[in-house]
């Protein structure tokens, strides 16, 4: 395959670098190889014998002319020209894009055809139980049960239960508390029956026990030798799945008995402990027990100062190894907001590594802040250098007025006179101000510009925002 590859004068030590070995010809057409035009690229390769011109993924002109003229196909590359060696060896297996730069194209392929191997993988899984249709253990997905803490004292339940189902948890679980009532449990439960999800009542109280029995449950945490004998029989009446953990008994003996009283869809907790608590020691509980295991990873990343997202991966992984059939999580504190969204995404890493030694380079993945591989850009190079001076203490303020700047309900809030415009994105938001004449000097649009997009990356990554402060 004959290929031209025009490229501009900043990029092309790295095009010729990733297109030796190829049937390529790297052509310069310009200092930035994004501002190629189509006159420009039709008047080169006219002179030429090619059968793909692979251009950089930055141009927004349309070549559609140039294809039509010389009968050769015309695809975005990478955005990227140090991401060109991974889209070449491609050529050929991957149908690339007239308008959707390659790398991005390649992401979203191989994302697509992780979610349908997980997809085939699960409706081909063998499974020991399935609670409300939510397969649990054999080669089955890892489940996240999702936990909402003091479910009876909140206001927004039936929102919040929404949330985590669109979040990918796999099972609901309602906590309560010593003050709620039998009536509590009933009433929450009904409150989140239409989400679609199976439902687990988490208490020890034999009474609330018997209450979530009575309003539906599909599942209970936790039983053990102190509220076997109260509610095992009602529990195995009502065809309710039950998570065992350990007491004064052991995890086996309560298994024996919640067996002996009639429970069948059995699922055991070895209780695993925080960092700093027997973490190490309580690991070595998740051994083969003859029902599928129950890994409580919500009790560490709760109580660890850290960012969520790696530590729930690693837990994911080390729930994976264990051979877990659920995984516990919580999203009770500021900090470990997006759980179960990063819970979800890790346990169907692990179901896609498969044989591999490792889960990477999977399609999907947890990458949030830091890059998996950092891009060398070459040097801009310029004839004059300025340094700059300190902003001057006395600013001119915009005789248009000033703009308050907020975050809430997941959009970007920018008030002027009275008028807020909303939104998520924070070029939009400008935008919509300087249409309606809220922005005139320079320096103020530039200020905007700032706090908008700090306002964005707040909500992006769930964090407060205070205009004028530090991201």
């Known amino acids: 395959m004959r290929l031209l590859l025009p490229t501009g004068e900043l990029t092309e030590t790295a095009v010729r670098s990733a297109a030796r070995g190829y ?104 499974f020991v139980y399935a609670i409300a249709g939510c397969r649990i253990g054999g080669t089955s997905r890892m489940k996240v049960l999702a936990e909402i803490m003091d479910a009876h004292r909140r206001d927004d339940l039936p929102v919040e239960a929404a949330r985590m189902a669109a979040a990918g948890a796999d099972i609901l679980d309602l906590g309560f508390g010593f003050d709620a009532t039998p009536g509590d449990v009933v009433r929450c439960l009904n409150a989140c029956r239409d989400i679609g999800l199976p439902l687990a009542a988490d208490t020890q109280d034999p009474a609330l026990i018997l209450a979530a029995i009575e309003g539906g449950a599909d599942l209970i945490l936790s039983l053990h030798e102190g509220n076997l004998s109260e509610v095992g029989t009602a529990v195995a009446e009502a065809g309710c799945a039950a998570v065992i953990v350990p007491g004064e008994a052991s995890l086996e003996e309560n298994i024996r008995a919640a067996e002996e009283a009639g429970i069948i869809p059995v699922i055991a907790d070895p209780l695993l402990q925080p960092v700093g608590s027997g973490l190490l020691d309580s690991l070595a509980g998740f051994r083969p027990v003859g029902c599928p295991l129950f890994f409580g990873a919500g009790n560490v990343t709760e109580l660890i100062d850290a960012d969520s997202v790696g530590v729930n991966a690693l837990l994911a992984g080390i729930a994976h190894e264990a051979g877990a059939a659920v ?145």
């Open 23 to 126: 049937d390529a010809e790297i052509v310069v057409t310009g200092r930035i190889a994004a501002f190629l035009r189509p006159a420009h690229l039709l008047e080169i390769a006219r002179g030429g014998s090619y059968d793909l011109i692979l251009v950089s993924g930055m141009c927004t002109a349309s070549f559609a002319a140039v294809e039509e003229e010389l009968g050769i196909p015309v695809y975005l590359g990478p955005r990227h020209a140090v991401d060109l060696p991974l889209i070449l060896p491609l050529l050929g297996t991957v149908k690339l894009s007239r308008t959707v730069p390659a790398d991005e194209l390649l992401r979203d392929i191989r994302r697509k055809e992780a979610e349908a191997t997980l997809a085939k993988r699960e409706a081909e899984a063998d």
């Open 327 to 471: 995984i516990f999580t919580s999203e009770h504190s500021d900090k470990t907001r997006g759980s179960v969204r990063e819970m979800r995404r890790a346990s169907e890493m692990m179901a896609l590594m498969g044989t591999r030694p490792y889960p990477k380079d999977l399609g999907l993945d947890l990458m949030c802040i830091k890059e998996k591989r950092r891009r060398r850009e070459p040097a801009i190079p310029y004839e004059r250098e300025v340094t700059v001076g300190k902003v001057p203490e006395n600013l001119e303020y915009d005789p248009y007025g000033n703009v308050r700047i907020g975050i809430a309900d997941g959009r970007i809030i920018a008030e002027h006179n009275g008028t807020a415009y909303a939104g998520e994105c924070w070029e939009e938001v400008f935008y919509a101000l300087r249409q309606h004449q809220s922005v005139s000097l320079l320096d103020h649009a530039a200020y905007l510009g700032k706090e908008l997009y700090k306002a964005e990356l707040a909500l992006r990554f769930g964090r407060s925002f205070e205009q004028d402060g530090s991201f």
